[in-house]
């Protein structure tokens, strides 16, 4: 069983905008996926239909077999959601606002309260245990929200920015635990971000999307063989020899596209065997920024 499956999915609000355009895609237990594009490309959206705070105009989406549209509240209760701007009460504790979420979801008071309790642990807010959201700071703020979204232990998890107003150790910490979520307990992870370089870290696939449109999804290496500009291997070396298949672009500074590593050592070979001083070999592979503003060229160039 697939954990989320969307299926030609749309959406047009009432006013004309066509906000999610046709996408189909599918997440299988356990993976990381990234879910990235600028804002307002359409990923809040697709987190709003995904969890039945929408309908779809066309086509239909399931989590976990179940329709958010036809049975929300099923979905909820095997779902968390961290909204970039989650709400919670100033007024009651860290511990307050867990057990008190813990019990809109049913979890027995004491259950609740040791779940709440680990939870705080886990996310580096012991201290703060008592202390009234009101006196959190915004990073504070954003991992007690991540504590109520894994309160009753879900099955599914929707992240909006999970890192924002995050310190790099704070950040470090939620990335870790993210990533004990989807490889020790088999969560899914559907992280919406616009920050490219972080899902490369984090994520173990990808969907990338622009104006309510899916460019493009998979693994990294499978998102970097959908663009020409592939693999570039770059040589510093001296005494470089005639005749080979390089770009001359600095001193000592050479570079040449290859399709795979086993290009690699024969070139290094008929370098050193035609006299070269070889100093460093490096490969440069494109990044999700490089793919993605690829993707993105190529759609406005085909729109022309």
């Avoid at 909204?83 to 867990?98: F, I």
Wanted: hydrophobic share 35%.
């Amino acid at each position: 069983m697939n954990a989320v499956a969307l299926e030609n999915l749309s959406k047009t609000y009432a006013g004309g905008k066509q906000a999610v355009k046709h996408i189909s895609l599918t997440l299988k237990p356990g993976e990381v996926f990234g879910f990235l594009g600028p804002n307002g490309a359409g990923k809040t959206t697709t987190v709003k239909l995904l969890n039945g705070m929408l309908t779809p105009s066309e086509g239909n989406c399931r989590v976990l077999d179940m329709d958010p549209a036809q049975e929300p509240e099923k979905v909820h209760a095997l779902s968390g959601v961290l909204t970039e701007h989650a709400q919670m009460y100033d007024g009651l504790t860290g511990m307050q606002n867990l057990t008190f979420y813990a019990a809109v979801f049913g979890i027995p008071a004491g259950e609740g309260k040791e779940r709440a309790r680990e939870l705080l642990r886990r996310l580096e807010l012991t201290e703060a245990t008592d202390q009234k959201l009101s006196a959190y700071s915004t990073g504070m703020r954003q991992r007690l929200s991540l504590a109520r979204a894994l309160i009753h232990r879900p099955r599914v998890l929707f992240l909006d920015e999970p890192t924002s107003g995050l310190d790099p150790e704070s950040a470090q910490n939620v990335n870790r635990l993210i990533r004990e979520l989807a490889q020790k307990e088999g969560v899914t992870i559907f992280l919406c971000t616009h920050q490219l370089r972080y899902a490369q870290e984090i994520c173990t696939r990808y969907g990338l999307i622009e104006e309510g449109c899916l460019l493009a999804e998979g693994t990294l290496e499978e998102l970097r063989g959908r663009i020409p500009a592939g693999t570039r291997l770059l040589i510093r070396a001296a005494r470089m020899p005639e005749g080979l298949p390089l770009q001359h672009t600095g001193e000592t500074q050479y570079e040449t596209a290859i399709s795979q590593d086993e290009e690699i050592p024969v070139l290094v070979r008929r370098i050193v065997a035609g006299g070269g001083d070889i100093y460093q070999v490096s490969v440069k592979k494109p990044s999700l920024e490089d793919i993605y503003f690829t993707l993105t060229a190529k759609r406005k160039e085909a729109a022309k």
